[in-house]
Structure formats: structure tokens, C-alpha cells
């Protein structure tokens, strides 16, 4: 079955970083866009990038961009999203997800995505 397994979250000091990872299996990841998203307590789950299937394009959100950088090994199935330059603000608990179909163009809506991961909390102090 289709798994996606975060991992990399944890607690950081402002200006830090962190390095998402997304370790997928079940089905032909090169296949298929991947994107990351992010929900904070009391908040509405939110886009923050995605990765064309090919690895050839990306889009990011206002708040990731310029500090954010999506990416992908095709040969290790695996999606990452590197932090740079954390804010507070960037508190949340971060999923991966999997477009729903294959070699789509770019979404940034989750309803794009089929199959999400259970997260990764991020917590970055002041």
C-alpha cells in the first residue's frame, strides 16, 4: 500500500534550520508530484511547496519562498524540504503528499493530493 513516513522535525531557535525528509513507497514515485504542506494549532492545514514529478519545476508559497528550498531523489523515492532562516511563525506540524494523478501539473490545493503522510512536528522558539 501507498506509504509516506516524514521525519527531520524538531525543536530550533529562530534563524535555524531543519531538513525534511519523506520517505514514500507503494508506488511509482517519479511518477508523481510531491508537495509539502503545514498545519499549526487552530489553524487551517496550509500549501507550503511542491515539486514537478520530474524534479524540474517547483512552486512555493509566499512564506517559504526565498527560505525554503523542495526537493526530490527519484532513485531513493524520497521528497525533502529544506528550512532556512525559521520564524516562529513556521511552527507547525508539516505533511507530505502525493498528487492524485500521475504527471500532473503543479497544485497547490490539498484536494490535489491523495495520499499524506502523518506529519512532523516543527517547533521553532523565539
Known amino acids: 500500500q501507498v506509504q509516506l513516513v516524514e521525519s527531520g522535525g524538531g525543536l530550533v531557535q529562530a534563524g535555524g534550520s531543519l531538513r525534511l525528509s519523506c520517505k514514500t513507497s507503494?508506488?511509482?514515485?517519479?511518477?508523481?508530484?510531491m508537495a509539502w504542506f503545514r498545519q499549526a494549532p487552530g489553524k487551517e492545514r496550509e500549501f507550503v511547496a511542491t515539486?514537478?514529478?520530474?524534479?524540474?519545476?517547483?512552486v512555493y508559497s509566499n512564506a517559504a519562498r526565498r527560505r525554503f528550498t523542495i526537493s526530490r531523489d527519484n532513485s531513493e523515492n524520497t521528497v525533502y524540504l529544506q528550512m532556512n532562516s525559521l520564524k516562529p511563525e513556521d511552527t507547525a506540524l508539516y505533511y507530505c503528499?502525493?498528487?492524485?494523478?500521475?504527471?500532473?501539473?503543479?497544485?497547490?490545493?490539498?484536494?490535489?493530493?491523495?495520499?499524506w503522510g502523518q506529519g512532523t512536528q516543527v517547533t521553532v522558539s523565539s
Open positions: 503528499a502525493a498528487a492524485r494523478t500521475p504527471r500532473s501539473s503543479h497544485s497547490t490545493l490539498a484536494s490535489a493530493y491523495a495520499s
Open positions: 507503494g508506488f511509482t514515485f517519479s511518477d508523481y508530484g
Open positions: 515539486i514537478f514529478w520530474s524534479g524540474s519545476s517547483t
